[in-house]
């Protein structure tokens, strides 16, 4: 195997991981958690998911209490919704499924690329593009980390912030994002390896 297909397949293998790494975060609510010693209303979150003990909202007029997870388009949730989801949560919550969809799909083309169902000229250009696009998905994973780490110790939304921590699945977030830098150099290094400018296209048969 020539270092070409070498660098395509560690590619291949790095997005896969990336995938996969993102799945868990994007779905698990453990981006932050509160210290279990605390005693915290609040036990944690995820992008999706909210999880209270026994907590209540100040502006809830009806006084409701939450106690357990729940969904955050929930109806029980519906009260303190805009409270959970401020505008830059809704911003992590879109970059960081973007980053999901180009990857899943980026994914797809580089199991089809494996099994050489596209066209032997248009490979690097393929390449070239999948490694394009991990670094768009490093770029918008990045910065949903960034304003997601700033805004977590903002006390106007989850209660004393300073006993809260940043955890596991954003963890897997952070690592995917990794993941996707080093898809990106292999799948370039291929793209470029493949690059033949002096390529003769087959000749084209006709009927008449």
């Not at 070498?6 to 453990?30: E, H």
Request: aromatic share 20%; net charge positive.
């Amino acid at each position: 195997m020539d270092a070409r297909k070498k660098q395509a397949l560690a590619g291949c293998a790095f997005v896969a991981a990336a995938l996969l790494f993102m799945v868990v975060g994007f779905s698990s609510p453990y981006w932050v958690e509160s210290f279990e010693e605390f005693k915290s209303p609040f036990v944690k979150l995820g992008l999706w998911e909210f999880c209270f003990n026994d907590f209540t909202f100040y502006k809830d007029y009806k006084g409701n209490r939450y106690l357990g997870c729940f969904y955050i388009f929930s109806p029980e949730a519906r009260p303190i919704w805009e409270w959970v989801s401020p505008p830059w949560f809704i911003s992590v919550q879109v970059m960081v499924s973007t980053a999901l969809l180009f990857i899943f799909l980026t994914s797809v083309t580089l199991i089809l690329f494996q099994f050489k169902l596209f066209p032997k000229h248009l490979e690097f250009a393929l390449l070239l593009v999948s490694a394009g696009v991990m670094i768009f998905c490093v770029l918008l994973i990045l910065i949903s980390l960034i304003v997601f780490g700033v805004y977590k110790e903002d006390r106007r939304w989850m209660p004393r912030p300073d006993m809260n921590l940043l955890s596991w699945s954003y963890g897997f977030t952070c690592v995917s994002g990794w993941f996707c830098l080093f898809a990106a150099i292999c799948l370039g290094l291929a793209g470029k390896a493949s690059y033949n400018p002096g390529y003769k296209y087959p000749p084209v048969t006709t009927y008449t």
